[in-house]
């Protein structure tokens, strides 16, 4: 009788049976724990959070004279300020703040007087020239989500937040046998009729560029019960196993017997060319495929059918690299002097992708692991314009882009918790967030470069939240406000609040230092509306023009001891131990405009903020109320 494949049935069926029918059996991945600094390239078993914020310490950004800012005031060209010996220390970069001092005075501009006084022909002003604590990365924030890959930029913030150890998803190791009677080691001179191996090289080098280890056996010549040996040893110390050649017709075609006398056969015959005698096999939770034994053949079924279950083991989406037209969302300034690479956030909004410049700072390693794609500015440009199209070369695949949800508007903590668990949901989703304050929200969803904005922004009429802004800057309508949470918002002190503060009242208090949110956020116009409220004078508040961009952010400074208050809410006081003087509850809502309210991303997310463990993630952060989460509160 002649030989007769089991199946020919069309790839797409053939690579979606194989991966539920692994799926079914097990097939996955387990955890292992790795020293941060050897991570990259890995891919994170959950979320990873900061253990210390970067730097954890004040300090200087330049070399130059630390000095307490006041001194200085008044310095002009020609009224200059000199300071004593002793009214200053000299630092480098790097080196932490002396006690006393809120300035860095670069030393390009210090004169020198004989005696070792300095002489400044300028003004300095507070806080200018010292890196914050948490600048870069605040203890306690989320660095990865579950099934991110690790960057290098990724792996040096870890271990600069103090995470020194990260749970990832263990490599799978992938056995590559060869076979034939025909096949030898590689050699300069094959006698006739032999065919120096070479498959394995190029199967070796797909899949270390896949994330697995291969481990290639020895030629095993054509012979049923060496097959079968051999097979039997590599299933032992394998996760997947590839049976290079004998899956054809040939009389020496022995690999479909072989892999149903060591587990089961699914499809043995694929409707392609090349590649149709591949068969796909599994023993229990390891597949098994057997390998045409053509290159070209071969390279096309790792391609189409092994690849797959690697993305699977991995929680991952296809990744093809490759560049992408972009309408920048703010301008960018250069010098003539350099050709600078811009790192920026990518995403789809609306039919456009969106390209927003992520910070330039040196400093600023989170910068490079958020980026999405660089953006060159040839040598002799000033800049590029909001609004330009830009051509970016992609850091990841356009079609991950595709599935980016960009949120950007007021900052809270949920927005990550979100994020994780909508990547668990669907790996081929993701969130690019972005804090810019409520206002900054609004106005990006006006001009169509965001998915969605969280806001709570204070009517000081009524004391409603959201809905009076909505009315004013949307008034032809088009939008959804859809309710979060409810969130408690105080003032965040030290521990054991060594100060004595008992509310806003005593912001304008003498020796008492406030760390401020940035203009146009939710939390900077609720201060605002209570100073005004207990007659507080903003500006007798010091510290009022001290901003930072997040509730984390201003957390770090109370605990690290640069700040005695700031206006924040109940989670970012708990994660950094602080003391928590209650001011009011706010409502937290996500500003979603109808032209993103049906994609699968926005779906997914209230899906997420619907869920149980949504409220159990918030129930740990603290400081939440949750009433109907992902229900429209307003339409437009």
Excluded at 415 to 428: C, G, H, K, N, W
């Amino acid at each position: 009788m002649a030989f007769q494949y089991l199946t020919n049935i069309p790839l797409d069926q053939a690579r979606e049976e194989y991966r539920a029918w692994m799926a079914e059996g097990g097939f996955a991945a387990g955890a292992e724990e790795v020293p941060a600094g050897e991570s990259w390239g890995r891919t994170t078993a959950r979320a990873v959070y900061a253990g210390i914020s970067a730097p954890h310490y004040l300090a200087s950004a330049m070399d130059g004279i630390a000095l307490e800012a006041a001194r200085t005031y008044g310095a002009t060209e020609t009224t200059p300020v000199t300071l004593p010996p002793g009214a200053f220390q000299v630092v480098d970069t790097g080196d932490p703040v002396p006690e006393g001092c809120d300035g860095v005075v670069m030393i390009e501009e210090v004169v020198w007087e004989e005696d070792g006084a300095a002489r400044l022909h300028a003004p300095a002003v507070p806080w200018q020239h010292i890196r914050q604590v948490g600048e870069d990365i605040c203890a306690g924030e989320m660095l990865l989500t579950a099934y991110a890959v690790i960057t290098p930029a990724a792996a040096g913030a870890m271990l600069a937040s103090g995470v020194t150890r990260v749970p990832v998803l263990k490599k799978p190791v992938v056995g590559i046998i060869p076979t034939g009677d025909e096949i030898v080691p590689p050699t300069d001179r094959p006698r006739p009729g032999a065919i120096p191996e070479f498959n394995s090289a190029i199967f070796s080098g797909m899949l270390a560029g896949w994330g697995a280890e291969p481990l290639v056996f020895p030629i095993v010549p054509d012979r049923p019960e060496a097959l079968a040996r051999a097979l039997e040893t590599a299933l032992e110390r394998c996760d997947i196993v590839l049976l290079g050649a004998g899956s054809s017709a040939g009389r020496e075609d022995y690999a479909a017997g072989v892999i149903r006398q060591a587990g089961e056969v699914l499809r043995h015959g694929i409707a392609i060319r090349p590649g149709k005698p591949a068969i796909l096999g599994r023993r229990k939770n390891k597949p098994i495929l057997g390998v045409p034994g053509y290159p070209v053949s071969g390279i096309l079924v790792l391609e189409e059918l092994l690849k797959p279950l690697l993305l699977d083991w991995y929680h991952a989406a296809p990744l093809p690299p490759e560049t992408g037209r972009a309408v920048l969302s703010r301008p960018v300034l250069s010098g003539l002097k350099y050709q600078e690479f811009v790192r920026v956030r990518l995403g789809r909004v609306d039919g456009e992708m969106i390209a927003t410049p992520l910070d330039r700072g040196s400093g600023m390693v989170t910068s490079f692991m958020k980026a999405d794609g660089i953006l060159a500015i040839p040598q002799g440009t000033e800049g590029i314009q909001a609004g330009s199209r830009v051509t970016v070369r992609l850091l990841r695949p356009a079609a991950e882009l595709e599935g980016r949800l960009v949120i950007t508007g007021s900052h809270d903590p949920l927005l990550d918790e979100a994020a994780d668990l909508l990547r668990q949901r669907d790996r081929s989703l993701g969130m690019a967030s972005s804090h810019v304050g409520s206002m900054g929200g609004i106005m990006a969803v006006r001009r169509g470069e965001a998915h969605g904005a969280g806001l709570h922004l204070l009517d000081e009429k009524d004391g409603s939240y959201n809905r009076s802004y909505l009315e004013r800057y949307f008034p032809q309508g088009g939008i959804r406000l859809v309710e979060c949470v409810g969130r408690a918002q105080g003032l965040m002190v030290a521990k054991g609040n060594p100060k004595g503060l008992r509310g806003v009242e005593d912001l304008g208090r003498p020796g008492v230092r406030y760390v401020n949110r940035q203009k146009g956020s939710g939390t900077r116009v609720l201060l605002d509306y209570l100073c005004q409220k207990a007659g507080v004078d903003t500006g007798a508040v010091s510290g009022y023009q001290r901003e930072e961009p997040t509730h984390t952010a201003v957390a770090a400074q109370i605990a690290a001891g640069s700040g005695d208050a700031g206006l924040g809410i109940l989670s970012a006081a708990r994660l950094y131990d602080l003391d928590f003087l209650p001011v009011c509850q706010e409502q937290y809502d996500l500003l979603i405009p109808d032209s993103a309210w049906d994609t699968p991303m926005v779906k997914m997310l209230l899906e997420v903020m619907e869920s149980e463990a949504f409220a159990r993630r918030l129930q740990r952060l603290g400081g939440y109320t949750l009433e109907k989460p992902g229900q429209v509160r307003l339409r437009l």
